[in-house]
């Protein structure tokens, strides 16, 4: 399986600031064949489903402010939320899909 | 508007057989692959499995390999979750969620499952 760390496991920015997050797999989620990368994060709120934010580690979901954005490629990947808003407090994941099982971090608890 | 909308709570003993259900409307249910997340209590989202609902192509995490089974009705466009014998380890919400190229980009309400003595 591949195993996902993600960094920090909380973090508290204040309104407007930037926040990061960092997720690291354990091999590459890099597929040579179409150089896409993998992995998606997903915000969850107290009492909902989780909700796709970025696939293909930098593609923004449809509707998703553009505040967010995904960087990185094979093994080392990053969320940034450029100027936090109050309604970002949530908790972050990130996931491998390229390969089952499509693993999860253990997620970000991001406060104000 | 893509929609998975599932069956309700439950509360059961330990020992007893559950099956929940997962109903997909909105998109061709046949053609998307279907996958099952669990969150226990206050805890992250664990990968269980996935399903093709067309020819029932199915794949497990090897943590949930034999402790549940995964299925799929495509006539009624209605993915399925099941336990032969629950644990209280059991205890926590599952979510099912449609996948898009691997990333799972619908989710459904979750259905929280209990299992107590």
């Known amino acids: 399986d591949i195993v996902i760390t993600q960094s920090p496991d909380s973090l508290a920015v204040s309104l407007g600031e930037r926040a990061t997050i960092n997720c690291k797999t354990s091999q590459s989620v890099l597929y040579s064949s179409d150089n896409k990368n993998y992995l998606g994060w997903y915000q969850q709120k107290p009492g909902q489903p989780p909700k796709l934010l970025i696939y293909?580690?930098?593609t923004r979901e449809s509707g998703v402010p553009d505040r967010y954005s995904g960087s990185g490629s094979g093994t080392d990947f990053t969320l940034t939320i450029s100027s936090l808003q109050a309604e970002d407090v949530a908790v972050y994941y990130c996931?491998?899909?390229?390969?089952?099982?499509?693993?999860f971090g253990q997620g970000t608890k991001l406060e104000i | 508007e893509v929609q998975l909308v599932q069956s309700g709570a439950e509360v059961k003993k330990p020992g007893e057989s559950l099956k929940i259900s997962c109903k997909g409307s909105g998109y061709s249910f046949s053609t998307y692959w279907i996958g099952w997340v669990r969150q226990m209590p206050g805890k992250g989202l664990e990968w269980m499995g996935i399903?093709?609902?067309?020819?029932?192509?199915?794949r497990y995490s090897p943590s949930f390999q034999g402790q549940v089974t995964i299925s799929a009705d495509r006539s009624i466009s209605t993915a399925y979750l099941q336990w032969s014998t629950l644990k209280a380890s059991d205890t926590a919400i599952y979510y099912c969620a449609r996948l898009q190229a691997g990333a799972i980009d619908s989710w459904g309400q979750g259905t929280q499952v209990t299992v107590s003595s």
């Open positions: 996931q491998q899909y390229y390969n089952p099982p499509h693993t």
């Open positions: 293909w580690a930098s």
């Open positions: 399903i093709y609902p067309l020819d029932s192509d199915t």
